[in-house]
């Protein structure tokens, strides 16, 4: 079936958190080669590679819808998903950086580009956010990823040099995640989640163990065990909460599963190598059990529904 409008001017910005989970798995693969002996090197650089070329894919078909008609950003900022969508765009940039480290292949300008991405997102979903109406102003955990993305820039930053810079991003980072949570504690009191939004409370898990893995780059160990400790009690919590999250069904929310298995699992890896013994293995390949297959799935499920154009109807992408 031939669509009307052609698939790369409906482009939606919900792909982007499945892009996000996809490197942070792939990037959980590369550095798994060096703690888990089994784990192949050319099946991470395969993973990689596959990841890789999915977020460019995207990003390609979105940056074309944006130079197309250049309003058609402002109207995908009408949803908070779509605004988190955007803000995963920018932190797969920052993510590839990372994973294109060890490779040496264009890493500071990769990394600059992220950061830069991270900053023009939070000041366009800022914009969007006092565009709103006063009554539908509300604080989400999709603004996890506008405001807190920013955590990601250690990764790569410190091995890059850039220290300075990268404690500033995470001290940013943790001042809007401080004010974001209290603000979606306060907005829960309030306001139920809907049943097809519910997937977006894992997000959760995923500053927490961002935090964590920032810190350690930085080399506060200290920080690090604060925030590993946290985010297992997270993992567990979410885990029982998972039937209740996808009582509502498919929905592209759903992508919102695949970043924060993944940032766990690349926790476990850390803190496997620093020396966290059982806790920290259990934690790895049942990270790996449960996030490589899902991540797989959610990959699969978005390209095919982008390929019909369902994808963008059901998170009502702008059309250029």
């Not at 079936?1 to 982007?16: D, I, K, S, V």
Request: with cysteine; aromatic share 16%.
């Amino acid at each position: 079936m031939l669509l009307n409008t052609p698939l790369w001017r409906q482009t939606p910005p919900a792909a982007f958190p499945v892009c996000l989970g996809f490197l942070a798995l792939a990037v959980a693969w590369q550095h798994a080669v060096d703690i888990i002996p089994w784990v192949s090197e050319d099946m991470s650089h395969l993973l990689l590679a596959a990841a890789t070329g999915y977020f460019l894919w995207f990003f390609g078909f979105y940056l074309a819808k944006i130079i197309a008609r250049p309003a058609v950003l402002l109207e995908d900022m009408r949803t908070p998903p779509a605004r988190a969508g955007i803000a995963a765009m920018a932190m797969s940039m920052m993510l590839l950086a990372l994973a294109l480290l060890p490779f040496n292949l264009y890493v500071p300008q990769v990394w600059w580009i992220g950061v830069t991405l991270q900053i023009l997102a939070s000041g366009i979903v800022l914009y969007a956010i006092w565009q709103d109406p006063p009554e539908k102003r509300h604080f989400s955990t999709f603004q996890y990823l506008t405001f807190v993305g920013p955590v990601i820039g250690p990764f790569t930053g410190v091995p890059l040099g850039y220290i300075w810079q990268s404690y500033w991003l995470i001290i940013a980072s943790l001042i809007a995640y401080v004010i974001v949570t209290a603000g979606i504690l306060l907005t829960l009191k309030k306001d139920p989640i809907p049943k097809p939004l519910r997937p977006s409370i894992a997000i959760f898990l995923a500053p927490i163990c961002m935090f964590a893995l920032g810190f350690n780059a930085l080399g506060y160990s200290d920080i690090f065990s604060y925030f590993y400790w946290a985010s297992n009690v997270a993992a567990v919590v979410l885990l029982f909460m998972v039937p209740w999250m996808a009582r509502g069904g498919y929905t592209p929310a759903w992508g919102a599963f695949t970043f924060p298995v993944a940032a766990y699992f690349n926790i476990q890896i850390i803190a496997l190598g620093n020396g966290y013994g059982a806790v920290a293995l259990i934690g790895t390949y049942a990270a790996m059990a449960i996030g490589t297959p899902m991540v797989f799935y959610m990959v699969y499920r978005t390209v095919m529904e982008w390929v019909t154009g369902d994808l963008a109807k059901k998170s009502h992408a702008a059309t250029a």
